[in-house]
T-cell receptor
Framework: GDSVTQMEGPVTLSEEAFLTINCTYT??????LFWYVQYPGEGLQLLLK?????DKGSNKGFEATYRKETTSFHLEKGSVQVSDSAVYFC????????????FGTGTRLQVTL | AAGVIQSPRHLIKEKRETATLKCYPI?????VYWYQQGPGQDPQFLIS???????DKGSIPDRFSAQQFSDYHSELNMSSLELGDSALYFC?????????????FGPGTRLTVT
């Protein structure tokens, strides 16, 4: 079956530091890849997506590139802010079918001043 | 833009009671998904509906049932509640037919069973 593996957290960074959260996947087909963010006490928000190899998803300064050769979708941000503190989930699903999301275990990011 | 609506936002029930959670998807979305999230865990898929028909089933207990109605809203019915059912329950909706199936989540219902 499909699976998503994320680097374990928590990740603690100082404000303006560079962020990388690693994500790799195993898929039976050709999935679309997503990053979701969950702020404390809130639901999951779609942060960015990529639907095919070499696509780069970006939003709010975050980026991730769909790498089929390494089955990876690492999340990056050049300069984090305290307001980025949240849990980040990597996930995959399939286009054209009512397919569930398969999530990684989530990575908690804590940004300090 | 319209988002996924869930009600109630918070629910407290006693063991062996019944709960009903409601979900109103984004207009024109044809698919609804239900997920359960325990503390510190990733969301676990329960069940989904495409065009009002059940499309997939995950780790949903037999005590739970769900349906999608003609107006596309969905309800998750939970009976004989157990302490272990305490969790956040999310509904997500997506457009599958002609879309990318990117799923948008509601704010969740926090169920506490005492």
């Amino acid at each position: 079956g499909d699976s998503v593996t994320q680097m374990e957290g928590p990740v603690t960074l100082s404000e303006e530091a560079f962020l990388t959260i690693n994500c790799t996947y195993t898929a039976t087909g050709y999935p679309s890849l997503f990053w979701y963010v969950q702020y404390p006490g809130e639901g999951l928000q779609l942060l960015l997506k990529a639907t095919k190899a070499d696509d780069k998803g970006s939003n709010k300064g975050f980026e991730a590139t769909y790498r089929k050769e390494t089955t990876s979708f690492h999340l990056e941000k050049g300069s984090v802010q305290v307001s980025d503190s949240a849990v980040y989930f990597c996930a995959l699903t399939y286009t054209g079918t009512a397919s569930k999301l398969t999530f990684g275990t989530g990575t908690r990011l804590q940004v300090t001043l | 833009a319209a988002g996924v609506i869930q009600s109630p936002r918070h629910l407290i029930k006693e063991k062996r009671e019944t709960a009903t959670l409601k979900c109103y998807p984004i207009p024109r979305h044809d698919t609804v998904y239900w997920y359960q999230q325990g503390p510190g865990q990733d969301p676990q898929f329960l069940i989904s509906f495409y065009e009002k028909m059940q499309s997939d089933k995950g780790s949903i207990p037999d005590r739970f049932s769900a349906q999608q109605f003609s107006d596309y809203h969905s309800e998750l019915n939970m009976s004989s509640l157990e302490l272990g059912d305490s969790a956040l329950y999310f509904c997500a909706s997506s457009l599958v037919a002609g879309g990318t199936n990117e799923q948008y989540f509601g704010p969740g219902t926090r169920l506490t069973v005492t």
